[in-house]
């Protein structure tokens, strides 16, 4: 051997190690676990939202960042990791699998199955979180998105690409509310994405079986992260589900997501904040909670015509106790919404269901995506049924002799017959339009509340056959009075008069 090949060999010799030292700093020591959070030493590089890798191959992902060490979260079962075992960083953000391939799907946050069926082919990826569209991607809400549901389209109509809250007690119909309108998605051509929180399992393979019947499962994706899954996962699902959505929104295509609930996922946040030792702030969530929900729901968006002209609409729902709107996480997710859908425990005890409590519900910028024609009928529902409900409370403190109040009276019962729907049975928009037509011009009056029910049914398939209604058919954008000279026509032939 040469003294050029010994020094060749040194040299090699030494790259070698400096290698070796390279990786040394990419991985790391867990020093203490706790309910599916590592406390990791050292594996200085990590960055937020990284993809750590744990000896037994499970997977955690980097929530939070201290000097010397980190907090993961796991995302799969931490059997077998033990403290003092080591942690590798993976060089890559948590992401998740995007593409066509998910549609009709029930996945984890991570875009396995949970279906029984082999992994969704997708070719992309896109990291969980994402920054929201800026002011200039982004265009007006200016198109409904119909829920079928009366008592929304006609009060507090939700645009594509509106954040609308649905919030209220427990077992009061909030879920019922979204599920409803992913499945009045089955005409739209809207993409739908039901993301389970914190559900217990039972629950969410309630709503897979409501859409698989009645809605289009081949257009809808269900991310479900259970109570029982990790809370990493947990954490993940809002993020992950709408990254899965902005795909499609990026392509122009038109998105609902439903969060359901955002309370758990508050909750969620809380419990690793407190593991990791995140100073509490106010009723023990840390600082950053409101945040984390913004930016979450930032995200929903009515892009632009040059970025594609697609929308992603969100309803996240959120749970109050005791009718505490003004509790913390509610007043949070109030206030990063265009609005709330608040749902009422005593409406709906007393059968008016769904059991949206009219004075409590706003809708910020839904008006403006609300087709003209159904603007034009539902002007004066709102005042009408407040005053009935007013009068309500008030006659059962005596007799109601005037016979204008019992006009009045008469008018209210029928508008809460009109807003009160059963499930899975949306109405067509000019069937709802038809409706209130029918009740503004008193056909409605005479007619016993208990049939209306029937007159929601035998609406729509005349009004199909009505070639007169063809231009209101295409787009109910303005309401001409001959037009609805013809729907109070159809209404009149409905109610058999
Ligand atoms: N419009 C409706 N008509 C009749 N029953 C309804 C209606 N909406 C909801 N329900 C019934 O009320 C019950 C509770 O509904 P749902 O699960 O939607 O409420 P929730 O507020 O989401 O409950 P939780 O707090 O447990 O999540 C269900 O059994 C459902 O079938
Ligand atoms: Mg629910």
Same mark, same amino acid.
């Given at each position: 051997?040469?003294?050029?090949?010994?020094?060749?060999?040194? +040299? $090699?010799?030494?790259?070698?190690?400096?290698?070796?030292?390279?990786?040394?700093?990419?991985?790391?020591?867990?020093?203490?676990?706790a309910d599916g959070l590592?406390?990791?030493?050292?594996? =200085?590089?990590?960055?937020?939202?990284?993809?750590? %890798?744990?000896?037994?191959?499970?997977?955690?992902?980097?929530l939070t960042?201290?000097?010397?060490?980190?907090h993961?979260a796991?995302?799969?079962?931490?059997?077998?990791?033990?403290?003092?075992?080591? @942690?590798?960083?993976?060089?890559?953000?948590?992401?998740?699998?995007?593409?066509?391939?998910?549609?009709?799907?029930?996945?984890?946050?991570?875009?396995?199955? +949970?279906?029984?069926?082999?992994?969704?082919?997708?070719?992309?990826?896109?990291?969980?979180?994402?920054?929201?569209?800026?002011?200039?991607?982004?265009?007006? @809400?200016?198109?409904?998105?119909?829920?079928?549901?009366?008592?929304?389209?006609?009060?507090?109509?939700?645009?594509?690409? =509106?954040r609308?809250l649905i919030i209220g007690e427990r =077992?009061t119909?909030k879920?019922?509310?979204?599920?409803?309108?992913?499945? #009045? =998605?089955?005409?739209?051509?809207?993409?739908? %994405?039901?993301?389970?929180i914190g559900q $217990?399992?039972?629950?969410?393979?309630?709503?897979?079986?409501?859409?698989?019947?009645?809605?289009?499962?081949?257009?809808?994706?269900?991310?479900?992260a *259970?109570a029982?899954?990790?809370p990493g996962?947990r954490w +993940?699902a809002p993020f992950?589900?709408?990254?899965?959505?902005?795909?499609?929104?990026?392509?122009?295509?038109?998105?609902?997501? @439903?969060y359901d609930d955002l309370t758990k996922h508050a909750e969620t946040h809380r419990e690793i904040a407190l593991l990791s030792r995140q100073p509490p702030g106010r009723e023990a969530y840390p600082g950053d909670i409101f945040y984390l929900h913004a930016r979450l729901l *930032?995200?929903?968006?009515?892009?632009?015509?040059?970025?594609?002209?697609?929308?992603?609409?969100?309803?996240p729902i959120a749970e109050i106790e005791a009718g505490n709107l003004s509790a913390y996480i509610p007043t949070n997710l109030i206030s990063i919404s265009?609005?709330q859908?608040v749902t009422?425990q005593?409406?709906?005890?007393? #059968?008016?269901?769904?059991?949206?409590?009219?004075?409590l519900?706003?809708?910020?910028?839904?008006?403006?995506?609300?087709?003209?024609?159904?603007?034009?009928?539902?002007?004066?529902?709102?005042?009408?049924?407040?005053?009935?409900?007013?009068?309500?409370?008030?006659?059962?403190?005596?007799?109601?002799?005037?016979?204008?109040?019992?006009?009045?009276?008469? $008018?209210? *019962?029928?508008?809460?017959?009109?807003?009160?729907?059963?499930?899975?049975?949306?109405?067509?928009? +000019?069937?709802?339009?038809?409706?209130?037509?029918?009740? #503004?011009?008193?056909?409605?009056?005479?007619?016993?509340?208990?049939?209306?029910?029937?007159?929601?049914?035998?609406?729509?398939?005349? %009004?199909?056959?009505?070639?007169?209604?063809?231009?209101?058919?295409?787009?109910?954008?303005?309401?001409?009075?001959?037009?609805?000279?013809?729907?109070?026509?159809?209404?009149?032939?409905?109610?058999?008069?």
């Amino acid at each position: 051997m040469s003294g050029d090949d010994a020094g060749l060999e040194r +040299l $090699r010799g030494r790259i070698a190690e400096a290698r070796l030292g390279a990786a040394l700093e990419e991985t790391g020591t867990i020093l203490a676990l706790a309910d599916g959070l590592a406390e990791v030493g050292g594996l =200085q590089g990590a960055e937020l939202n990284e993809i750590v %890798i744990f000896v037994t191959g499970a997977r955690g992902f980097v929530l939070t960042l201290e000097e010397d060490r980190l907090h993961a979260a796991f995302l799969d079962p931490p059997d077998g990791v033990e403290a003092g075992s080591s @942690v590798a960083r993976s060089g890559h953000i948590a992401s998740v699998p995007v593409g066509e391939a998910l549609l009709g799907r029930v996945l984890d946050p991570l875009g396995r199955p +949970l279906d029984e069926a082999p992994a969704p082919g997708c070719t992309e990826t896109l990291p969980a979180e994402r920054p929201a569209p800026a002011i200039i991607e982004r265009d007006f @809400v200016s198109e409904p998105l119909e829920t079928g549901l009366l008592v929304v389209d006609a009060l507090f109509a939700v645009g594509r690409g =509106q954040r609308e809250l649905i919030i209220g007690e427990r =077992q009061t119909g909030k879920t019922s509310i979204a599920v409803d309108a992913i499945i #009045n =998605q089955a005409t739209s051509g809207v993409i739908c %994405i039901y993301v389970a929180i914190g559900q $217990r399992m039972s629950a969410v393979r309630r709503v897979i079986e409501a859409v698989r019947s009645r809605g289009r499962m081949e257009r809808t994706i269900f991310v479900v992260a *259970e109570a029982t899954a990790a809370p990493g996962l947990r954490w +993940l699902a809002p993020f992950a589900a709408t990254s899965m959505a902005e795909w499609f929104r990026d392509k122009g295509q038109h998105v609902l997501i @439903v969060y359901d609930d955002l309370t758990k996922h508050a909750e969620t946040h809380r419990e690793i904040a407190l593991l990791s030792r995140q100073p509490p702030g106010r009723e023990a969530y840390p600082g950053d909670i409101f945040y984390l929900h913004a930016r979450l729901l *930032e995200r929903a968006a009515r892009m632009s015509a040059a970025r594609g002209g697609g929308s992603l609409t969100a309803l996240p729902i959120a749970e109050i106790e005791a009718g505490n709107l003004s509790a913390y996480i509610p007043t949070n997710l109030i206030s990063i919404s265009d609005g709330q859908l608040v749902t009422s425990q005593g409406l709906f005890a007393a #059968n008016q269901r769904p059991a949206v409590d009219i004075g409590l519900s706003v809708s910020r910028v839904g008006g403006k995506a609300q087709w003209g024609a159904m603007k034009a009928v539902a002007g004066r529902l709102r005042l009408d049924y407040a005053q009935y409900l007013e009068m309500k409370m008030f006659s059962r403190f005596g007799g109601m002799g005037d016979a204008a109040l019992k006009t009045r009276m008469a $008018r209210g *019962e029928r508008i809460a017959e009109l807003l009160a729907q059963p499930r899975f049975a949306p109405l067509a928009v +000019l069937t709802q339009i038809a409706l209130l037509a029918a009740l #503004n011009e008193g056909l409605l009056d005479a007619a016993d509340p208990a049939r209306l029910p029937a007159l929601k049914a035998a609406l729509p398939p005349l %009004i199909a056959a009505e070639p007169r209604l063809a231009a209101l058919r295409a787009a109910p954008s303005a309401l001409d009075d001959a037009t609805r000279a013809v729907l109070l026509d159809v209404a009149r032939s409905a109610l058999g008069r």
